[in-house]
């Protein structure tokens, strides 16, 4: 096998089925590369990384079920020694995000992962098409693992049979080894047979990272763990991708005021990191040049 088929199949994607009978659909996804870059990017310890790979798994199986450039943002915030991660993804196969934490949580091992944030807030918000704004559902965090929490707020919030699995491990050096997870949503005129039985089944597996490798087809996976046949209907490659840029900063900072941008350029704070995905961009003296003159002519 060559070594550039090997790192084809490595490459992160995500899959959809629905089962033939029509009353479940599926997102499997396999994120290995995408939450390591993730962790790089932003050089994130052990503990907050865990949780962004998660996250983003999260918000790219539940970005499958939409259309076009629809996204969901996930968002856990807690009081602990991590107090944010997000992660936004669109249906195209974009993931980006990001984790706040603090240096303390570098004492915290793997397997402490899930006290790192605490008590707080779950939330998943979507942004459609066909919505003046965007839909969301907001839930207390029950164990901060992402996993649980996103379990617990599709049955409060959402009211609908779900069961979501996020799995993610590190290696000896506390980088991403393996990412991946799978979310199961019962569909109108399922049973509650067929759910129980989707239930046993998914209780009978191994921890979900010794089941998807980074180069296994998640379309033969699943055969292997799903009780009903399917039909493969989405097979996407997934990246992380932010579409920041400077003139978006740019953008936005015409949003403050003359003041403020005068003082950014007398004290030399030239530097604009974006959160998402930690890249750096720097205003030239055109730049403040350009702002300050837009911003005057907007008070005059």
């Known amino acids: 096998m060559s070594l550039t088929f090997e790192k084809h199949q490595e490459k992160s994607r995500v899959v959809s089925v629905l089962a033939n009978n029509g009353h479940f659909r599926v997102s499997a996804i396999k994120n290995t590369n995408v939450a390591l870059e993730a962790q790089n990017r932003h050089s ?121 699995i996020l799995d993610a491990d590190t290696d000896d050096e506390g980088k991403i080894s393996n990412s991946c997870g799978i979310i199961v949503q019962a569909m109108p005129g399922a049973t509650e047979k067929e759910k129980d039985e989707v239930v046993e089944k998914l209780q009978k597996l191994d921890r979900l990272t010794q089941i998807i490798q980074p180069r296994d087809d998640l379309n033969e996976v699943l055969k292997k763990i799903l009780p009903w046949d399917f039909t493969l209907l989405k097979n996407d490659r997934v990246d992380f991708f932010c579409r920041c840029s400077k003139e978006s900063f740019i953008e936005k900072l015409l949003t403050l005021s003359y003041v403020d941008i005068k003082e950014m350029q007398e004290l030399g704070q030239n530097e604009l990191v974006c959160q998402y995905c930690n890249a750096k961009y720097y205003l030239e003296e055109s730049d403040f040049n350009y702002l300050l003159t837009t911003l005057k002519a907007k008070t005059n």
């Open 44 to 164: 994130l310890p052990e503990v907050p990384a865990l949780l962004l790979a998660r996250a983003l798994s999260a918000a790219s199986l539940l970005a499958v079920f939409l259309t076009g450039e629809e996204r969901v943002i996930i968002d856990a915030i807690g009081e602990g020694l991590v107090n944010k991660v997000t992660a936004e993804a669109i249906q195209v196969g974009e993931v980006r995000g990001y984790c706040q934490y603090s240096p303390s949580v570098s004492k915290l091992s793997k397997e402490e992962f899930d006290t790192a944030l605490g008590s707080g807030i779950f939330r998943v918000m979507r942004i459609l098409y066909n919505e003046p704004e965007p839909v969301q559902g907001i839930v207390k965090l029950v164990r901060g693992d992402i996993s649980s929490d996103l379990n617990y707020y599709f049955a409060k919030s959402e009211q609908i049979f779900s069961i979501a």
